[in-house]
């Protein structure tokens, strides 16, 4: 093989990808567990979430975002 047929691949090519689809999968996510909190509440007129609630779904995202920069 000569040279001429090689092409050469930065080594930072992958993050701009992993960021747009990360990105991506977050959003969807998102938008899931919105559409699973509008159904849970659809009676009522605003969702109530109480300051324990919030505080336990945060450190619950926390951990998993820990589990995932951990693999």
Same mark, same amino acid.
């Given at each position: 093989?000569?040279?001429?047929?090689?092409?050469?691949?930065?080594?930072?090519?992958?993050?701009p990808?992993?960021?747009?689809?990360?990105?991506?999968?977050?959003?969807?996510? =998102?938008?899931a +567990?919105?559409?699973?909190?509008i159904?849970?509440?659809?009676?009522? +007129?605003?969702?109530?979430?109480?300051?324990?609630e =919030?505080?336990?779904? =945060?450190?619950?995202?926390?951990?998993?975002?820990?589990?995932?920069?951990?693999?």
């Amino acid at each position: 093989m000569s040279a001429e047929n090689v092409e050469i691949i930065p080594a930072d090519d992958w993050k701009p990808k992993a960021l747009v689809i990360g990105g991506v999968i977050g959003a969807v996510v =998102g938008v899931a +567990a919105t559409y699973l909190l509008i159904q849970r509440n659809e009676d009522d +007129a605003s969702p109530e979430i109480s300051l324990g609630e =919030g505080v336990k779904i =945060g450190v619950l995202v926390l951990g998993l975002l820990r589990s995932i920069a951990s693999l």
